[in-house]
């Protein structure tokens, strides 16, 4: 039979980040897919290189969709580990509850995007419900609604006080209950569970020979997680548990998502029932020369970010290495022998 080669992308409904993926088709099955990323290219690790390294860590919280709190974290980690400088308790608090908000964000619009690309209105509508009170508490807390110059470095850019942080409670109050229903519709719902099971599917020991990170990695039994392999911010203080489904489908991904924000909720209660008083930054006034990596776990998987100073006013060199880019390699193993229909929900498991 003739092989024909499909171009999907760069945009469409179920992928959030623009991404063209040409498949090769063996009938109506997928005999092999290549992806290609760059659409929203934009030079930040050569940008980087001019500019201070706070200007550098406004570009490197850009890095990822959804994941701004978690891509400065990263850059700051690195940052602070040449300078030798620790952040105060209240801010790796802050830190932490910053990055749980965004998490919730997150794994709620993938969820919503995914009900709406299995033409799944009520789980959209659902998911994009809680949307909305997510974003207002994010935006309460560090200015922005996409979580943008909330970290420092050396601590946190913003400090909320009584009033801001006094919405978790009642933010918290309607979303566990909500997270719970979810999950359930995920997990059972008689629509969802037919279209994603098996569908993308990647076993544990293929996940990590290739190198998958975050919820797609989770979702094939690995227990990867940095908050808990790597605690950094606040999160060695924290009580949770690292969500994991054997799947490692699409439905064990979305899984791994709906049952997580019951965990960030969690941490949310014992961050903000247990943050200390006091300053919110320590002075990073000089940055040695010397190479570090900063790590931290965005809502699609580890953010990691390699730094080498040479003692100037801003980094030598940057390199990023995004969620998306970790899972990218997974692709075309997660496609092999699946319907064409499927593609964009297996471009989706990168995210």
Known sequence: MKKTILPVGPFHPAVRTPERAALRLDGERIAGLESGSGYTHRGLEKLAESRSWRQALALAERAGRGGAVAHALAFAGAVEALAGVRPPPRALYLRTIFAEVERVRDHLAWVSALGRALGCEALAMRAGGLLGPAGDVLEALTGSRAGFGAVSLGGAARDPGPEELGLLGPWLD??????????????????????????????????????????????????????RNAPYAAYADMEWDVCVEEGGDLLAIALVRARELAESARILRRAARRIPAGPVEAAVRAVPPGEAAGRAEAPGGEAFHFVISAGGPGPQRLRIRSPREANAAGLAARAAGAAVADAPLILAAAE
């Open 174 to 227: 309607g979303l566990e209950p909500a997270a719970g229903r979810l999950a359930d519709e995920v997990g059972g719902g008689a629509l969802l569970r037919p279209r994603l099971e098996d569908v993308g599917a990647l076993d544990g020991r293929a996940a990590r020979e290739l190198g998958a990170v975050g919820p797609a990695a989770r979702a094939a039994g690995l227990a990867i997680d940095v908050r």
